[in-house]
């Protein structure tokens, strides 16, 4: 046994024995590799590693007043002693004698009268296995850290590609400044006040950031048209939202990323696109950003007009019910709209 099983440290065993030339045989049998604490009852022995501490306890089985079992249960009670392995020494080995010291949690058991190698065996094959399991454990540990930074550093990487790529999306209208990021904040207040818990509401706010994606596939002209645009210009438009499903669909590690980018557009009622979804069939998330994406149209400026009050606003929303907007959502916009006395929830650019 060298210092190397133990971490660079030598480990600390504990006998308790009521018999004098046991306690000396353990002394020797471990004085190169161990210190070695002896004391001659079970009472004692709990006195001192209430104190102290110890990698393994060598407790015989038969001592008058508290015996090896007594103490066994005291140790394996108490939360700071329960993980200590514990030796049982005995000279009338039996089944029953070893089924019910196992049961009570002995690690091994050690016969008497002792042979000092197989004693310094078994002592150690426990201590390797117990610091081998305490090694894993920390082990686990660090590399269980290691991989939350990393997860953390990808997920911030996640974050900062998507914050651009939304930048880059709405840069191509002068007058959609900020757009998919603020559509981004209010799908996740709403996604909040449905009572979704966080995972679920970063998830709406990724969707409702990437939720234009597909723009980058539509000309710069048609995006930026101060005119009614023809019919294979609106179908153009419209085309934004396969296109960013299809680009977003590739994403295998957020599968459902691509669901607001297609049907952001769908109608409650049937009458949306693409693909004339209608209530429920709607995915859930993208019925939160169409109400989002709605809102934040209508309070931010275009080429053609100002950003429209907050009462005209409000009353869109509510006349959209059950028609443009699923009705849970769109009562959740409209509770965030009267709670914002001041109009902050808008563009100010």
Same mark, same amino acid.
């Given at each position: 046994?060298?210092?190397?099983?133990?971490?660079?440290?030598?480990?600390?065993?504990?006998?308790?024995?009521?018999?004098?030339?046991?306690?000396?045989?353990?002394?020797?049998?471990?004085?190169?590799?161990?210190?070695?604490?002896?004391?001659?009852?079970?009472?004692?022995?709990?006195?001192?590693?209430?104190?102290?501490?110890?990698?393994?306890?060598?407790?015989?089985?038969?001592?008058?007043?508290?015996?090896?079992?007594?103490?066994?249960?005291?140790?394996?009670?108490?939360?700071?002693?329960?993980?200590?392995?514990?030796?049982?020494?005995?000279?009338?080995?039996?089944?029953?004698?070893?089924?019910?010291?196992?049961?009570?949690?002995?690690?091994?058991?050690?016969?008497?009268?002792?042979?000092?190698?197989?004693?310094?065996?078994?002592?150690?094959?426990?201590?390797?296995?117990?610091?081998?399991?305490?090694?894993?454990?920390?082990?686990?540990?660090?590399?269980?850290?290691?991989?939350?930074?990393?997860?953390?550093?990808?997920?911030?990487?996640?974050?900062?590609?998507? !914050? &651009?790529? @939304?930048? /880059?999306? *709405? =840069?191509?209208?002068?007058?959609?400044?900020?757009?998919?990021?603020?559509?981004? $904040?209010?799908?996740?207040?709403?996604?909040?006040?449905?009572?979704?818990?966080?995972?679920?509401?970063?998830?709406?706010?990724?969707?409702?950031?990437?939720?234009?994606?597909?723009?980058?596939?539509?000309?710069?002209?048609?995006?930026?048209?101060?005119?009614?645009?023809?019919?294979?210009?609106?179908?153009?438009?419209?085309?934004?939202?396969?296109?960013?499903?299809?680009?977003?669909?590739?994403?295998?590690?957020?599968?459902?990323?691509?669901?607001?980018?297609?049907?952001?557009?769908?109608?409650y009622d049937g009458k949306g696109y693409p693909d004339h979804l209608a209530g429920d069939a709607i995915p859930?998330?993208?019925?939160? !950003? &169409?109400? @989002?994406? /709605?809102? *934040? =149209?209508?309070?931010?400026?275009?080429?053609?007009?100002?950003?429209?009050?907050? $009462?005209?606003?409000?009353?869109?929303?509510?006349k959209g019910k059950g028609t443009q907007f699923d009705p849970k959502f769109a009562d959740l916009m409209l509770?965030l709209i009267d709670e914002d006395k001041d109009y902050i929830m808008r563009d100010e650019s």
């Amino acid at each position: 046994m060298t210092d190397s099983l133990y971490g660079g440290r030598t480990p600390h065993l504990l006998a308790i024995d009521d018999d004098d030339i046991n306690l000396l045989m353990i002394s020797r049998a471990f004085k190169n590799e161990a210190e070695v604490t002896t004391v001659k009852s079970g009472p004692e022995g709990l006195a001192w590693i209430a104190e102290h501490d110890a990698d393994l306890v060598m407790l015989d089985f038969r001592m008058p007043g508290m015996d090896g079992i007594d103490v066994l249960r005291v140790l394996k009670k108490d939360q700071r002693t329960a993980e200590i392995p514990v030796i049982m020494l005995t000279g009338d080995i039996s089944v029953e004698l070893e089924s019910k010291g196992f049961i009570e949690g002995a690690t091994d058991f050690v016969r008497k009268p002792f042979i000092p190698e197989v004693m310094r065996q078994r002592v150690r094959r426990v201590l390797r296995y117990e610091y081998l399991q305490e090694h894993l454990e920390h082990e686990v540990k660090r590399q269980t850290a290691l991989a939350e930074k990393r997860l953390e550093n990808s997920r911030e990487l996640f974050r900062e590609m998507a !914050i &651009a790529l @939304a930048k /880059t999306i *709405d =840069a191509k209208d002068n007058y959609t400044h900020g757009h998919s990021e603020r559509v981004a $904040d209010y799908a996740k207040l709403i996604s909040k006040r449905a009572g979704d818990d966080e995972e679920a509401q970063k998830r709406i706010y990724y969707m409702g950031l990437l939720h234009d994606i597909g723009k980058i596939g539509v000309a710069g002209t048609i995006i930026t048209k101060t005119s009614r645009l023809d019919d294979d210009e609106y179908q153009s438009i419209q085309a934004h939202t396969i296109i960013g499903s299809e680009i977003l669909r590739n994403i295998s590690q957020f599968p459902d990323l691509s669901v607001g980018a297609r049907s952001h557009h769908e109608r409650y009622d049937g009458k949306g696109y693409p693909d004339h979804l209608a209530g429920d069939a709607i995915p859930r998330p993208a019925r939160i !950003i &169409a109400v @989002a994406d /709605t809102y *934040d =149209a209508m309070t931010s400026s275009r080429s053609y007009r100002k950003g429209l009050p907050q $009462d005209v606003v409000r009353a869109e929303i509510e006349k959209g019910k059950g028609t443009q907007f699923d009705p849970k959502f769109a009562d959740l916009m409209l509770q965030l709209i009267d709670e914002d006395k001041d109009y902050i929830m808008r563009d100010e650019s």
